[in-house]
């Protein structure tokens, strides 16, 4: 007999997806241009296949069979991001694009028809031209255009849409977008410009968290979306498990803490660490600008629930090789810390190993006084192909590993797959495939295509329930 195991009362599965990689219509209908249409269109081109998201799956023509689709895969919700410059073109409120708001409407009428719960994200990535040409996400004014923004998404789309996740991936905007230069707007201000982005992005989600409940007493839950690995020490050595608490601290501490630390502020390793290397390298002040008491006041418990993005594992060192291996300054070289996808030096450990989200799962239920988590995404690329045995291997076991981490008494409520669609992956382009469904990029028409995955996910989503396996 089969041993299959239901999901909690009230667990919500879903899937997401994200404007720039499935929209398309990227000058369509008054939307303004935004950074990473510049950054597609720039020669040559940083991305991997040469693509663009010009196009991509052309959601914005085709969302009414999108929202089909997620309905015969029975999904509770679908996570989808509002593009800042479709509904503003310039970034600003004084200019609202009517053809934009009526998109999003349309798009989010069909989910609630087809009884598929809109979870927007109001940021995945996408900052309109102009304001990168005042300096983004390094200009402290972003606070208040991110805030301006989100008042006009929950004027029009306040009562319908119920839950928001403020900023995808503060760490991936900030050290990718304006610290290392690897993401657009591909700013490289390596040790200086990641903290900058990443006060505001904390600023501008706590604001904009504030605004919701108290201007709009909103029914609905805001949250925020960070991305994490887990991290394994190379060796039993004291510098090595030292080296995996710190890097906790440096990619999700320093989002996390400041809203769920009883006290705020950023995580204590990472002040000291980056005092200690600012002063050395002769900076007046720490390059980690302090959060002021009224800033650390608003911050603290601006969370209704943590969205967590978790697909692999880190393999962490710090040795004597660590050192002086990275730029100076920059995070990476504040924390001193080495990490490769496989194990050094057997190569033996998986980087996608379903044990380690259950060990995320369980330390941030420790870290952080058992938050309410949704996994706003997880999921595994390849190369493509209908028969995608591996993805289910993957999610069936990220979710046993899920549903062992609630036994535990962790507070999870909702799994989303990234993705519903194959989609434009970034520096990527199309070459990494996420989708449960297979599209077609080669024909105008984006044709979608079930994969083996998508039927096994339905069977999921309908029976309530998963087949046990263990991890
Ligand atoms: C995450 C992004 C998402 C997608 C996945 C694969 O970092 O949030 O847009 O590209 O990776």
């Known amino acids: 007999m089969l041993d299959v195991r239901k999901f909690p009362k009230g667990f919500l599965l879903g899937s997401s997806g994200s404007a720039y990689q499935y929209e398309g219509a990227w000058n369509e209908d008054g939307k303004g241009p935004s950074i990473w249409d510049v950054a597609v269109h720039e020669k040559p081109s ?75 994200t109001i940021y995945h990535w996408d900052l309109p031209k102009q304001l990168q040409e005042l300096g983004g996400w390094t200009n402290p004014d972003v606070v208040q255009w991110f805030v301006d923004y989100a008042k006009v998404l929950f004027d029009n789309f306040g009562h319908k849409v119920k839950i928001w996740a403020t900023i995808n991936e503060p760490s991936m905007i900030c050290l990718g977008g304006y610290g290392a230069g690897l993401l657009a707007p591909f700013v490289n201000a390596y040790g200086i410009g ?14 904009t968290y504030r605004l919701y409940h108290e201007v709009y007493k ?22 090595d498990k030292k080296a995996v608490s710190d890097i906790i601290q440096f990619e999700l501490g320093i989002y ?19 005092a200690a290397k600012s002063s050395e390298q002769g900076f007046p002040r720490s390059r ?64 996608t190993n379903p044990r380690d989200f259950y060990k995320l799962l369980v330390k941030i239920k420790k870290l952080y006084n058992n938050p309410t988590v949704y996994i706003t995404e997880n999921g595994l690329s390849n190369d493509g192909g209908l028969e995608d045995d591996d993805r289910i291997e993957y999610i069936a ?13 962790c507070d999870v409520r909702a799994y989303s797959v990234w993705s519903l669609l194959d989609n434009f992956e970034w520096l990527f382009g199309y070459k990494n495939k996420y989708g449960l ?25 309908q029976s309530r329930s998963i087949e046990r396996c263990d991890l």
């Open 288 to 351: 980690l600008p302090k959060l002021s008491y009224r800033d650390l006041k608003l911050i603290k418990g601006s969370a209704d629930f943590l969205g967590i993005n978790m697909y692999s594992t880190y393999f962490v060192y710090r040795n004597e090789s660590v050192k002086g291996s990275y730029h100076v300054p920059s995070s990476l070289d504040d924390l001193e810390v080495g990490f490769s996808i496989t194990q050094r030096p057997f190569s033996v450990a998986t980087s």
């Open 194 to 207: 990641e903290y900058a982005c990443a006060e505001h992005v904390l600023l501008a989600h706590a604001k």
């Open 218 to 239: 909103g029914k609905g839950k805001v949250g925020i979306v960070l991305n994490t690995h887990w991290f394994e020490p190379v060796t039993n050595s004291k510098e």
């Open 397 to 409: 076991g990220h979710i046993n590993a899920l549903l062992d981490a609630v036994d535990q008494g």
């Open 46 to 120: 940083r991305i991997q296949d040469g693509s663009t998201g010009d196009v991509a799956c052309d959601s914005y023509h085709l969302y009414k069979e999108d929202v089909k689709i997620m309905s015969y895969v029975g999904l509770d919700f679908f996570r989808f991001s509002f593009s800042w410059s479709r509904i503003l073109p310039t970034g600003f409120p004084n200019c609202i694009n009517q053809a934009g708001i009526d998109f999003y409407n349309n798009f989010i009428d069909e989910l609630i028809k087809h009884n598929v719960t809109p979870f927007a």
């Open 437 to 461: 469904y297979e599209v077609d990029f080669s024909s105008p028409k984006r044709t979608r295509t079930p994969r083996k995955s998508a039927h096994f996910y339905r069977n999921v989503t």
């Open 256 to 274: 996390a803490n400041p809203i769920y630390d009883p006290c705020g502020d950023y995580p204590e390793v990472v002040k000291k660490r980056v």
